[in-house]
């Protein structure tokens, strides 16, 4: 297993597993979108710098030279410049009655992991503790000692994922129609799981 940063050559394994997270969130606004014209839109934002190496990052799990895992974060005060990439994408698409645009998600003074996902194939391998252990190298690049991201309360064995991580409830954050649990990682501590 390779844990590495994300290129744009591979946008196009990175969509499908983006988009497991779009489907779980089953967003109203994304609702009426063909399967594949959010594909496309996906593919070409993780063809961007933005996304891949400028105010997000995107790290990927490689198995036997194909994606598996990918996670994709930012520092919470680049939200705008990386939910633009969404808006613009979607503008220019016709399947799209009109902007997707993204709702806020970040606390203040966070590196905020915006996606985690593993391919279903590939779960249950560790793949995503993996991702999750690199998260504070880059975080630390980005000049940020907290982590934060936000766990659907309809998903108990992610929100376990992040507990033995070390990750700790600062609160419950709504998005769409979902309540999600917000969970923080204090990364100037070390960052070892725990048996559960």
Known sequence: MIIREAQPAD???IAPLMNLIYDEMALTDLEDVPGPDLLKVITAAYRTRTYLSGAATTVVAE??????GVAFGYPGEREDIVDDVMVDLTTQNAAFD???EPEPETHPGEWYLDSLAVDPAY???GIGRQLLRALPHYARRDQQTVIG???DRENPGAFRLYERMGYQVTGPQM???HTYDHMQLRIGQSVQTTHA
């Open 11 to 13: 946008a196009p394994q």
């Open 63 to 68: 198995a036997a030279g194909q994606v598996v």
């Open 98 to 100: 009109g902007p997707y």
């Open 123 to 125: 779960q249950g391998r």
């Open 149 to 151: 991201l936000n766990v």
């Open 175 to 177: 998005i769409g129609d």
